[in-house]
């Protein structure tokens, strides 16, 4: 593998690299570490392994742990045997990585390498573990299932078993957010991580999200579920007795293993050999004095030390070596600070190394460069130690530019830090703390119309409409300053149309366009990407012959602004909503009219992206004061006027047909939640057209084609597949589908009998088949909680279909004489105003309706105005052309 820096890595040759390249699992511990620590912490559980062989009695088995293979049977025959010492709670042990059980090769390197007899098989540890898993949860009073252990135990009850959600995919393995999850690995993995308390304590149960391919969150019926959270709980229910019995077993043999260790150290070496209270080196004993063991043995070989033909033993990194556990501990030592010198003897630049020859040339004498200095008479001189060519260097760059930190002489990171260190957004001031403002000098500052003057005035009545008085529902009183919003709405007029007054006849019977938001937005694109856009003259844009004067288009926005602020406090809505003029200025300012195939503002003061945010002020304003606006019976020119330009703002926010699609199709385009401006459009539409008047004065105001056009969009953004469904259970996509609804039942009672009939005829829509399961998803949910919140969508649900079913005009107050023959005399329906009467739009789905008709909250419902209406969509009834009342179908 080549590194970064393109030098090629050396192959492991020593025990150490060889123990690291073998290891059957990779230990998570080690994943952040540096390489040369990672090999080091190695190391370190190496030599702690060869201390506890040879204090054991020389065999390199690891049958005195939990789940170990007993050394003087056949491996290949052997099955692992459990044994259940005491599980007193006792410390964590210091390296939990050094588990002989959890990989055989981390007990000894090149054991398969030597002896192939003698490797155990990861599926015989992984029968030994879930004996072993079993026994103990047996012991515990809660045994596991036998489908997921494999083991019988006789007392596991499946009626009574708290383990009945468990799942099981397979022998020694569940699932889990449709993954299978394997007991043993998943003990392993978090066993060599530090145990599950460590993962719970430190919130690390994420990190083994990736080694099983498991998702961050699961779908549920009531929202999402963290799988992390659920894997820690399957594993401190399941596993964490295990391993807290298993640690319990390691440190209770570790510290056997160091008692024996010292016990045969004190025996089979002098006084005199023992290391001295300073810390100095002291006399060696020759190996003839001490008998080769076969763990002294093994430890030289894997230490790379042998005695040579003549019976003297071999050095270790310059240094004689008898093989004593005491200098294999100082040889692996010696041996790290080595590697970590010759690590640091890398060059920090990238001139040549120094050869021989230049060695020479300076003085230096190459065979004496390595060698040690005599340090007293008995030392013997060594070989020099060749200086191996470092595999690693670091590369100097020089830049080619210096790097400048300012901009235009500031510096951006100081800006940036006050900038996050001073609040965003300063707390509203109340008004009390303005004093006395005189709202007369207001007036006269604007209808002056001096630059200064008009400055002024336009920036105090902005700050006055941001003020909140001593109530939540108060603020600027401006029923007191009606001259000051009579001032404010002459300018807007005069700046933005000249004073020319709005005699505009809008006829509902001609078709309209519908521009849409997207539409204006992607103009506004095409024309800032064109190349000098900003040379080029545009609408609205400012004049350069007029002065240092404000540009009209800014004047505008921010009348269109201060309304908007005015339109938030509660106690200015009575006010405002009957004031006509306002909003006859507004949604004429929001026009569009058409200019070379391309859609532009109808005010010449205003360009393209001063039209869109004005829109958008408008439709807050509409929103705030929609539940006050009350159109006057019979309406005037104005009010017409006025219902069909709303209707035509809040439409092109939602027809759309590339915006208008299903919640899970919503989520799939990058929103996590309901679209901001299309759930503001369904809101104020649903509040406008709350009254029956208004719904009145928005039929004779919209055309049909209209109307049509923006109930096809609402119906396409209904849930339908079972995705949708998942998402509507949240609350804002509950709350966005109940404003799409309702706009659906508004519109239905707009329509017409002509329209009605077109739109259920419609096949392409589906409106019956989107409807019926809508609703039955609601009502027969098996959450009862949730059935609750659906139940005022699925009501104006069938409401909506009903109206849509009769094929009436909703607004035709005046009944039908009574037939003059009716059948059935004294028991027909002759006045009867209370039955329902239809055509049987649901007739072909009898067997769900019946179904919905049985659910207790239809039954018991106060009014039993949705058991009627279910009622009548699935029987009906036929009217003949003649006016005589038809029979049951």
């Not at 002291?282 to 190996?287: A, D, E, L, N, P």
């Not at 260097?393 to 830049?399: A, D, N, S, T």
């Not at 159109?631 to 017409?640: Q, R």
């Not at 139940?791 to 039908?816: N, W």
Request: proline share 8%; aromatic share 6%.
């Amino acid at each position: 593998m080549l590194p970064q820096n393109g030098q090629i890595r050396q192959q492991p040759t020593h025990q150490l690299d060889t123990f690291m390249s073998n290891s059957a699992f990779d230990s998570p511990g080690y994943f952040n570490l540096d390489p040369s620590q990672a090999k080091q912490m190695a190391a370190i559980n190496a030599a702690n392994q060869v201390r506890t062989r040879a204090s054991i009695g020389g065999g390199t088995s690891s049958g005195p742990y939990l789940g170990g293979i007993n050394p003087s049977h056949d491996p290949a025959a052997a099955q692992p045997s459990f044994s259940l010492p005491n599980t007193q709670s006792l410390p964590q042990p210091s390296n939990p990585g050094m588990n002989p059980f959890l990989d055989p090769a981390m007990a000894h390197a090149n054991a398969t390498a030597r002896n192939p007899n003698q490797a155990v098989s990861i599926k015989q540890r992984q029968a030994g573990f879930l004996n072993g898993l079993a026994r103990i949860m047996a012991q515990r009073n809660t045994p596991l299932p036998p489908a997921l252990t494999g083991v019988d135990t006789p007392t596991y009850d499946p009626n009574s078993s708290q383990w009945k959600m468990v799942e099981p995919a397979e022998v020694g393995a569940f699932r889990l957010a449709g993954r299978d999850i394997e007991l043993f690995k998943l003990w392993s993995m978090v066993f060599q991580a530090g145990g599950g308390t460590a993962l719970s304590r430190d919130n690390s149960w994420h990190l083994m999200l990736p080694h099983f391919d498991l998702p961050e969150e699961y779908p549920l019926s009531n929202g999402q579920s963290s799988v992390a959270q659920m894997l820690a709980q399957y594993y401190m229910a399941m596993l964490l007795p295990f391993e807290e019995v298993y640690r319990n077993n390691m440190q209770t043999q570790q510290r056997k293993a160091q008692a024996s260790r010292q016990a045969s150290l004190g025996q089979a070496l002098p006084p005199s050999a023992l290391p001295r209270p300073d810390g100095s080196a002291s006399q060696r004993v020759s190996q003839t004095n001490v008998p080769q063991t076969p763990a002294r043995r093994l430890s030289s070989a894997s230490q790379g030390s042998a005695p040579n033909q003549n019976g003297e033993s071999s050095q270790v990194n310059g240094q004689p070596s008898d093989g004593s556990p005491l200098d294999q501990e100082q040889g692996i030592k010696r041996k790290l600070e080595s590697e970590e010198a010759d690590n640091k003897r890398v060059r920090q630049k990238t001139e040549p190394l120094a050869t021989d020859s230049t060695a020479a040339t300076n003085g230096i004498d190459p065979s004496s460069a390595g060698a040690p200095t005599p340090s007293g008479p008995t030392s013997m001189p060594t070989p020099a130690r060749p200086r191996q060519r470092p595999s690693r260097r670091k590369i100097e760059y020089v830049p080619l530019a210096r790097e400048v930190d300012t901009v235009g002489g500031r510096d951006m990171k100081v800006i940036e830090a006050e900038t996050i260190a001073t609040p965003l957004r300063r707390p509203l001031r109340d008004i009390n703390d303005w004093g006395t403002v005189a709202v007369d000098a207001l007036a006269m500052s604007i209808r002056s119309q001096l630059s200064t003057e008009l400055s002024y005035a336009l920036t105090t009545f902005t700050l006055l409409s941001t003020m909140r008085g001593d109530t939540p529902t108060s603020g600027f009183p401006i029923v007191q300053c009606a001259d000051l919003l009579e001032e404010v709405l002459d300018l807007l007029e005069e700046r933005a149309f000249d004073g020319v007054e709005d005699f505009a006849d809008l006829d509902p019977s001609e078709g309209q366009r519908l521009t849409t938001n997207k539409e204006l937005v992607n103009t506004l694109l095409e024309l800032e990407s064109e190349p000098f856009a900003s040379l080029q003259p545009r609408q609205g844009a400012k004049d350069p012959d007029v002065g240092p004067r404000q540009r009209p288009g800014n004047i505008i926005i921010t009348i269109v602004n201060i309304i908007r602020n005015l339109s938030f406090i509660q106690d200015n809505s009575p006010f405002l909503a009957a004031q006509e003029r306002v909003f006859d200025l507004l949604l004429r300012v929001c026009s569009i009219t058409m200019k070379d195939g391309k859609p532009a503002p109808a005010s010449p003061a205003l360009s393209l992206g001063d039209v869109i945010t004005i829109r958008k002020d408008t439709m807050h304003t509409l929103m705030h004061l929609a539940g006050a606006i009350h159109f006057s019976d019979p309406p005037s020119k104005t009010t017409l006027r006025i219902a069909s330009r709303a209707f035509q703002l809040l439409a092109s926010y939602l027809v759309d047909s590339t915006e208008a699609v299903s919640p899970y199709a919503c989520v799939q385009n990058g929103n996590i939640k309901p679209p901001f401006l299309a759930d503001v459009a369904l809101e104020t539409f649903t509040r406008l057209v709350q009254s029956d008047v208004n719904r009145k004065v928005f039929s004779r105001a919209v055309p049909e084609a209209s109307i049509r056009l923006l109930f096809v969009s609402s119906v396409h953004r209904l849930p339908v597949a079972d995705p949708d469904f998942q998402i509507v259970v949240r609350e804002r996509w509950l709350s966005y589908m109940e404003k799409a609804i309702m706009t659906i039942y508004s519109l239905a009672f707009i329509a017409s009998p002509e329209l009605k009939k077109n739109i259920k005829a419609d096949r392409s829509l589906g409106f019956k088949g989107v409807m019926l399961r809508m609703i039955q998803k609601f009502l027969m949910t098996p959450n009862h909680e949730l059935k609750v919140q659906f139940y005022i969508s699925a009501r104006r649900g069938v409401e909506a279909m009903k109206l849509l079913d009769d094929c009436e005009d909703s607004f035709d107050t005046s009944e039908a004489a009574p037939a003059t023959l009716s059948f059935g005399m004294g028991y027909g329906e002759v006045g009867d105003s209370g039955t329902e009467k239809g055509t049987g739009l649901l007739g072909g789905n009898r067997d769900v309706v019946w179904d919905l008709l049985m659910l207790r909250e239809v039954q018991l419902e106060q009014d039993g105005v949705m058991f009627g209406e279910l009622d009548s969509l699935s029987k009906g009834r036929m009217k003949a052309e003649t006016g005589v009342a038809g029979l049951n179908i």
